[in-house]
């Protein structure tokens, strides 16, 4: 109702009053997430892509894979950078302009969920050790905020880089006509809390964001 | 590369048809309005807020409410990566498509306000302007904000020394004319009208002759898409 | 001459009549012709000459005299700024709340708050007055609908809000925004606003109020 994240003293105790009866607005249990639906392979002029619709939430992540040179103290290894645009498409709340806190913040956490994972064989997309490498970027786009933006862009940005597909390349770099997928190690999957009153749940939908205590991320 | 060969394009089109078209409604929660659009290849989201509160104050009208249009592309909607953020290009079309709503959008209904219109292409392949355009015009409605008519945008140009409708991208890129235009209906106006290249007066007449017959297709599928979104059953 | 049926959805630009009607809402006159301006339902009163569209979706536009339920946003020296789901934020001023001359607004509202109110005054800013009956409103249930769905609610001379206060036994405040509170029992409140979301969702339709009085009379049984 409001533009302003606010949410009213109303709304809110009703959200605290059913968490300490064990209930949800949604009806879901404390441990159910909404209904998560992927779509991947949506952006055909990416090399990956996937729509996660997570209740209203929606996250489409765009996976696209260029050449380039590898970060100098890390020679042996593919450059892999994550972007999020919290667009004001998505929410009366968020402005257009360069990446504030919350969209950076989003950015790195899911960047490290896939890195520290790992979840890209990162030496493995090394072409010239020292020279040339794979850049691979993670861009995420917020369609529709409403609530657990983590979750939502963290499953998109890995089922787009599970089913991106680049060009094999020949003895010397270059693009032949056949296709293979990201060399994928580890799967993360990041799952995040909010605490209401006492009670932890988990996939917090917009409501139960603005009611919280605390939030938590976990990979 | 031989764009057309016997009246037929090199997608298979003949010179007054369409790309596939599919305009839906009401497809984002938080927005006040919203609409997506899939025109060929190009894939267009748009949201509207408002009419809501305008800041900077400075900003504001006494008269009318301010239409404020912004056209973006994600990084991954074109073959070689954007950089996120605006360009010059999309600091353009955002200002001429603001221009071609605004003689349609009931402004003066609410004075010292704003309406935020955020058109947001996921996948880009020539006429994302119009596609936007479009799409924006039905998110509008759909946000109820009162308007004289749906605005209807579609690009004609010249082939081979042919007229043709609805460019793609090779088209675009290869071809002698662009024309993106925008029209009004109801009154027969034009609100949007750029052009790339070279054409003579008649080419021109014939171009927004074969322009007015793809936006009355266009604004026959906004029409219906508005009204799919509302049709519940009859309890009569 | 009318170009629409009765309670037909029309858009934005469709041609409705062609002659001397005089336009309630929804639409313009140009030269003869009127036309829709809004995604709405045509009312049309031939006899009586009329036109009405009634808008599906849009803001809430405030009228001298309209209740509004709205939240607290935020508190300035002497006044407390409300969203009422309308262009322009709710002003209301402490001496419209109490008579108290040394009252402070953060003494009697804070951020959050649900206040139900009366629009007072729209020249310049929206002003509203919430000394009693109106004020500040504690505990219930509240839902957010279009504003333009309220008539729906309220009914012909408020047959289907008694409907649904008598069933659920719930007090019912209804703002013209498109905020309701409802107040009762549990499960009245849950009732109440179950009846509220079903009149939201078939508001264009005909044969509501028999609807809804058999759905609520089943349930209460």
């Known amino acids: 109702m409001t533009e302003v994240d606010l949410i009213s003293h109303i709304e809110r105790d009703y959200i605290l009053n059913l968490a300490k009866k064990g209930e949800r607005e949604d009806g879901r249990g404390f441990d159910k997430y909404r209904k998560l639906i992927l779509q991947p392979g949506i952006i055909k002029k990416a090399e990956g892509s996937c729509l996660a619709n997570l209740g209203e939430t929606k ?161 | 590369m031989e764009l057309i060969k016997n009246g037929i394009r090199i997608d298979g089109r003949k010179k007054d048809e369409l790309r596939d078209i599919k305009i839906e409604v009401g497809v984002l929660k938080r927005a006040d309005g919203s609409a997506y659009v899939e025109w060929g290849m190009n894939k267009v989201y748009v949201a509207v807020y408002g009419p809501r509160e305008l800041f900077p104050r400075f900003l504001r009208r006494s008269d009318k409410a301010v239409l404020q249009c912004k056209y973006n592309m994600a990084s991954f909607s074109v073959d070689e990566r954007k950089r996120p953020g605006p360009d010059r290009r999309s600091v353009e079309i955002s200002k001429v498509t603001r221009g071609a709503l605004e003689p349609v959008v009931l402004t003066e209904n609410f004075p010292e306000s704003v309406i935020n219109v955020n058109i947001e292409v996921v996948q880009a392949e020539a006429g994302t302007r119009c596609a936007g355009i479009t799409a924006a015009s039905v998110a509008l409605a759909d946000a109820g904000i009162p308007m004289k008519d749906l605005v209807p945008a579609c690009a004609v140009g010249k082939v081979s020394g042919e007229i043709i409708l609805d460019l793609c991208k090779e088209e675009d890129n290869f071809g002698e004319s662009d024309l993106p235009i925008a029209m009004i209906p109801r009154t027969g106006g034009i609100s949007l009208l750029q052009m790339d290249g070279l054409m003579t007066g008649e080419e021109l007449e014939e171009a927004l002759n074969l322009a007015k017959k793809g936006c009355e297709i266009i604004y026959e599928k906004q029409k219906e898409a508005l009204r799919k979104r509302y049709k519940g059953d009859d309890h009569d | 001459m009318i170009h629409v049926k009765n309670r037909d959805i029309v858009v934005p630009g469709e041609l409705i009549a062609t002659g001397n009607f005089h336009v309630q809402l929804g639409a313009e006159k140009d030269g003869e012709n009127i036309y829709s301006t809004v995604v709405g339902i045509a009312y049309i009163d031939q ?13 809430y536009v405030p009228r001298v005299g309209d209740p509004v339920v709205g939240v607290v946003e935020e508190l300035a020296l002497k006044k407390a700024i409300l969203d009422i789901n309308s262009a322009h934020k709710g002003i209301l001023d402490i001496r419209d709340v109490t008579m108290d001359r ?28 919430a000394k009693p009956p109106y004020g500040k409103l504690h505990g219930g249930r509240l839902i957010n609908i279009s504003s333009t769905k309220i008539p729906r609610v309220i009914g012909k001379k408020g047959s289907m809000i008694s409907i649904i206060k008598k069933y659920t036994e719930c007090k019912v405040y209804v703002g013209q925004n498109g905020t309701i509170w409802v107040k009762g029992k549990n499960e009245g409140e849950d009732l109440a606003l179950k009846a509220i979301e079903i009149i939201d969702a078939e508001s264009h339709t005909s044969g509501l109020t028999e609807r809804i009085t058999k759905f609520l009379e089943e349930k209460v049984i």
């Open chain 1, 59 to 219: 996250v489409l992540a765009g996976i696209k894979v260029d050449k380039g040179e590898p970060f100098p103290d890390t020679p042996d290894q593919a450059v892999m950078t994550t972007n999020a645009e919290l667009i004001p498409l998505a929410s009366p709340l968020f402005e257009s302009g360069p990446p504030k806190e919350d969209s950076i913040e989003l950015a790195r956490v899911v960047d490290r969920g896939i890195r520290e994972a790992p979840a890209l064989d990162m030496p493995s997309l090394v072409i010239k050790e020292g020279e040339l490498v794979r850049v691979v970027f993670i861009d995420l786009h917020i369609l529709d905020s409403d609530g657990n933006l983590f979750d939502a862009s963290n499953r998109a940005a890995v089922t787009a880089l599970r089913t991106t597909k680049i060009p094999v390349l020949d003895e010397e770099g270059n693009p032949t006509e056949d296709l293979m997928p990201l060399p994928m190690l580890k799967t993360p999957v990041s799952c995040t809390f909010a605490k209401i009153g006492e009670n932890i749940l988990v996939d917090p939908s917009q409501n139960e964001v603005k009611t919280k205590k605390k939030y938590w991320m976990q990979d």
């Open chain 3, 47 to 59: 006899e009586k000459k009329y036109i009405k569209i009634v808008p599906l979706r849009g803001k």
């Open chain 3, 102 to 129: 040394s009252a402070e607004i953060n003494k009697v509202f804070s951020v959050g708050d649900i206040v139900y109110s009366k629009v007072s005054d729209i020249s310049g800013s929206v002003s509203l007055y």
